[in-house]
């Protein structure tokens, strides 16, 4: 069940040039993989409809945020500060899957938002995060790193971390100890990659899908996405989807 509220912000950091986190009181605890929508209280003078935000960590009450700008409405996010107020929704779409065995997660980019809390989350007995950026000032959160999870980190130049993409780190992986489950978030040419070289192997995959949502919550039909003979809400029935419906044309 989601509500809304107004909910206090304790805490902002810049992380890098284009992403910030925000840190604010909401008292439910998520299942990971869920998101928020967010708005601005007082933005009579700039209206903008709310922006979904993955829960990147939740811990006794105190909710955090990792956002990328990327045009207007993040932008007026990274101008918080402790003590201004937002409207939240939430919590919102389905949650990862899980696994007591082993589990893989992928993320690119800003993707990696929603898999540290699922990460944290996971009761596998061996995590592995893998995470995959363009290039070394846009790397963020290695400082998030668990002691229970391994993680490692790409860039695309070779600039930090291992030299290619996130998918070849993974191919590497699946190579030596193929995971029980994988989860993924990121750009959709990433998912599909993850979803065809990870075929062979007879893994359970899922992704988290992004699309543009006016609502949330499965009212303006705005996030609607076809799959092969059914459509289906990304907000409401997602946003995270089993690789085999959102990729069918990915040989098994
Ligand atoms: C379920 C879900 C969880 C998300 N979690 C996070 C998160 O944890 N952190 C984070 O930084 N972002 C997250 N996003 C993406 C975030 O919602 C968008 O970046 C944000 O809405 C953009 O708003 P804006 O006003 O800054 O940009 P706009 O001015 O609305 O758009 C700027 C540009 O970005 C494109 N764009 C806008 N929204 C999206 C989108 N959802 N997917 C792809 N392109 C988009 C637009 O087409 C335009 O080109 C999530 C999206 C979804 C659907
Ligand atoms: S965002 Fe409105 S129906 Fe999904």
């Given at each position: 069940?989601?509500?809304?509220?107004?909910?206090?912000?304790?805490?902002?950091?810049?992380?890098?040039?284009?992403?910030?986190?925000?840190?604010?009181?909401?008292?439910?605890?998520?299942?990971?993989?869920?998101?928020?929508?967010?708005?601005?209280?007082?933005?009579?003078?700039?209206?903008?409809?709310?922006?979904?935000?993955?829960v990147?960590?939740?811990?006794?009450?105190?909710?955090?945020?990792?956002?990328?700008?990327?045009?207007?409405?993040?932008e007026?996010?990274?101008?918080?500060?402790?003590?201004?107020?937002?409207?939240?929704?939430?919590?919102?779409?389905?949650?990862?899957?899980d696994?007591?065995?082993?589990?893989c997660?992928?993320?690119?980019?800003?993707?990696?938002a929603?898999?540290?809390?699922?990460?944290?989350?996971?009761?596998?007995?061996?995590?592995?995060?893998?995470?995959?950026?363009?290039?070394?000032?846009?790397?963020?959160?290695?400082?998030?790193?668990?002691?229970?999870?391994?993680?490692?980190y790409?860039?695309?130049?070779?600039?930090?971390?291992?030299?290619?993409?996130?998918?070849?780190?993974?191919?590497?992986?699946?190579?030596?100890?193929?995971?029980?489950?994988?989860?993924?978030?990121?750009?959709?040419?990433?998912?599909?990659?993850v979803?065809?070289?990870?075929?062979?192997?007879?893994?359970?995959?899922?992704?988290?899908?992004?699309?543009?949502?006016a609502?949330?919550?499965?009212?303006?039909?705005g996030?609607?996405?076809?799959?092969?003979?059914?459509?289906?809400?990304?907000?409401?029935?997602?946003?995270?989807?089993?690789?085999?419906?959102?990729?069918?044309?990915?040989?098994?």
């Amino acid at each position: 069940m989601s509500r809304t509220v107004i909910s206090k912000i304790v805490g902002t950091k810049v992380v890098n040039d284009a992403t910030f986190m925000i840190s604010l009181l909401f008292e439910e605890q998520p299942k990971p993989g869920q998101f928020v929508m967010v708005s601005l209280i007082d933005n009579r003078s700039d209206p903008f409809l709310p922006r979904p935000i993955s829960v990147f960590d939740w811990e006794d009450g105190l909710l955090k945020l990792l956002i990328r700008k990327v045009g207007r409405g993040t932008e007026l996010f990274s101008q918080l500060s402790a003590g201004d107020s937002v409207r939240v929704t939430g919590y919102l779409g389905n949650s990862f899957p899980d696994t007591n065995d082993s589990i893989c997660f992928v993320g690119g980019g800003i993707g990696i938002a929603p898999l540290f809390y699922a990460a944290r989350k996971s009761i596998a007995a061996e995590k592995l995060f893998l995470m995959g950026f363009p290039t070394e000032s846009a790397v963020i959160c290695l400082e998030e790193k668990r002691a229970d999870t391994k993680l490692l980190y790409a860039t695309d130049d070779g600039s930090a971390g291992v030299h290619g993409t996130v998918v070849d780190m993974l191919k590497n992986r699946l190579e030596i100890t193929p995971p029980d489950l994988i989860i993924t978030c990121g750009p959709e040419g990433m998912m599909k990659a993850v979803q065809k070289i990870a075929s062979p192997y007879n893994i359970s995959i899922f992704h988290s899908l992004e699309s543009v949502m006016a609502c949330g919550i499965g009212a303006c039909l705005g996030c609607r996405r076809e799959l092969p003979g059914r459509s289906v809400l990304v907000c409401k029935d997602g946003p995270i989807f089993d690789g085999l419906d959102i990729f069918p044309e990915v040989p098994q």
